[in-house]
């Protein structure tokens, strides 16, 4: 069975703090992959990174960069100097490697206030 | 490019209505997926299709749910007889090729049974 789990449901900070959002998955395969999608007010998901199994190096874009560790199971993203814009709803999803329905966790409820 | 498209984007029916939900997947995107969210839960995945073939409709709740893509391009998820448990907020996601890229979701159809 697959399972991704994001503890915590709202986190509240203040504009230039940084944040980190935490994703705990669960899975049999040796091969899957990880996702980050935002959802901001507006409704619409934006893909923001994709992760396979076997590429456990750190990335960075910008202000978002991405912690992954296999062996905690965590694929936990992390927001510097954040900012009002980054409002939204963040979701962790995983896809197995035979499969491709994406099974998302329940998100994580950012405000970032000014 | 224009991206995923979806409409309605907001739907009222009445208990017992049938409702039609549209999508416009990027052009060019092979794979289409349906997703149900419900309010303050990630979402959850219903059925995809590649081409105009629907291979895994294992997501779709019951038989009153229908989807379809007939020429590859445009889908229409159909629900028939809706009921209040229905009432979500409809993706409609689309990817270049089939798994493992990532997926672009349209902003949804919010759909209210009362």
Known sequence: AQKVTQAQTEISVVEKEDVTLDCVYETRDT????FWYKQPPSGELVFLIRRN???????????????????????????????????????CALAPNSGYALNFGKGTSLLVTP | GAGV???????????????????????????????????GQ????????????????????????????????????KIQRTQQEDSAVYLCASSFRDYPYEQYFGPGTRLTVT
Do not use: M
């Open chain 1, 53 to 91: 199994s076997f590429d456990e190096q750190n990335e960075i874009s910008g202000r978002y960069s991405w912690n992954f560790q296999k062996s905690t199971s965590s694929f936990n993203f992390t927001i510097t100097a954040s900012q009002v814009v980054d409002s939204a709803v963040y979701f």
């Open chain 2, 5 to 39: 498209s979806q409409s309605p984007r907001y739907k009222v029916a009445k208990r017992g209505q049938d409702v039609a939900l549209r999508c416009d997947p990027i052009s060019g995107h092979v794979s289409l997926f349906w997703y149900q969210q419900a309010l």
């Open chain 2, 42 to 77: 990630g979402p959850e995945f219903l059925t995809y299709f590649q081409n105009e073939a629907q291979l895994d409709k294992s997501g779709l709740p019951s038989d009153r749910f229908f989807a379809e893509r007939p020429e590859g391009s445009v889908s229409t998820l």
């Open chain 1, 31 to 34: 091969t899957y992959y990880l």
